[in-house]
DNA sequence: TACTAATCCTAACGTTCGTTAGCAAAGAAA
DNA sequence: TTTCTTTGCTAACGAACGTTAGGATTAGTA
């Protein structure tokens, strides 16, 4: 029965994400994961061919979720680049908080992937990132956005967005929605009061 | 000859904070860190306790340093908040920068300390943070800073200045000062303009 | 009923891990 | 010259690692 099959794997993928993103990749073994699910470490593999497949599944599939609502966000051409800015990272929040574990282990274990793997996965990353910097470079362009850098801006931009899986925690006093339009506030307006 | 020992004892921590910075610590072996060295495994416990310790010198060194950093900053209580905040940032960027690589270790690699070590550090962690927060808190207070959510606020800053190692690399076009000066003003006016 | 696919087990494989014991060389200090 | 400290080696320890082979059980399909 497929659809079986499909739901023990994907809970295997789901324990292994959890336990990646709390112990690290390389300090979680087959056999604290099979605890975890309930089986013996051999049994994993009627499911997976390695440890690895477990963790490129992980970081790849959340490299097309980013894509995904990048693409999107900034598909209105008619809308000036600054609120395509804003949907973009109103995106990048909710991919984020949508699987937090997952996208802790995307952001911070990828470097555990084999080649060809590991340079595969760079690219995709780098070509998200020239997404928002073409984004900011646009608002840059037509006044709308203060960045006399947009390299530098688009760096620090998703640095703020990215540190998120560290601290959110489903269920608290903010919703994802909320901590999206805070995170696009803070960032576009900046702190300091001007006069 | 007492520096002759630390001179090697630090040249041993230094190595152990690269490989742990690109590898992580788990998937860092003693083994490789004594390749490194040019030397054997064994010979690395003449020098050391245990790989534990190596990681735990690194992690709270930087505490330390972060620290001292953020208290010179933060000192003159004849200036408002906004500009103490501005060379706490600074700070930060400074320690930051001088040693790339055990900031990574820092920011990321604290998990793999075992108990009691783990808990004590996040509690430094917790009290630096603090600082923050509460610089923050005064400037919105006195009118300075535009900061609905002090914490949150804080939080976002400080995602932003501790993604920098993952990018950051020594001799790049721009100097720690100018990184440090950029940050600031990101962070404190925004991207968007304003009428 | 017979067959197939899914699921999990036990037992073990070869390898690598952190660490230790015991010994040796070499230079500084006495 | 003797002594001590530093530094490093080889060899090995027990444990844990990812993975595999081969068999058992179960449930759905024909």
């Known amino acids: 029965m497929e659809t079986v099959q499909l739901s023990r794997k994907d809970q295997i993928d789901q324990t292994a994400t959890a336990l990646f993103r709390t112990r690290g ?10 605890a975890a699910l309930g089986m013996e470490a051999g049994s994993i593999y009627s499911h997976i061919r390695s440890k ?3 963790l490129h599944r992980i970081c790849f599939r959340l490299a097309e ?3 995904a609502g990048f693409d999107e ?13 804003r949907r973009a990272v109103e ?3 909710r991919v984020l908080t949508t699987d937090v574990a997952a996208s802790a282990v995307f952001l911070h274990e990828w470097r555990h992937l084999s080649e060809p793997a590991r340079t595969e996965f760079l690219a995709l990353r780098e070509r998200y990132e020239a997404g928002f910097r073409t984004l900011i470079a646009e608002g840059a362009a037509a006044g709308e956005l203060y960045a006399p ?14 540190w998120l899986p560290t ?6 006093p903010l919703t994802p ?14 702190l300091e009061v001007r006069s």
Chains 1, 2 share one sequence.
């Open 73 to 85: 966000a900034s598909a209105d051409d008619a809308l000036p680049a600054a609120p395509r800015l």
């Open 167 to 172: 601290w959110y925690r489903p269920g608290g």
């Open 65 to 67: 979720d980013f894509f």
């Open 52 to 54: 690895e497949e477990l």
């Open 149 to 162: 850098d947009p390299d530098f801006a688009a760096l620090t931009l998703l640095a703020s967005l990215n």
């Open 25 to 34: 990749f390389a300090a979680t073994s087959m056999r604290e994961l099979a």
């Open 91 to 93: 995106s990048h929040v």
């Open 177 to 190: 929605p909320d901590i999206a339009h805070r995170l696009a506030n803070q960032l576009l307006f900046g």
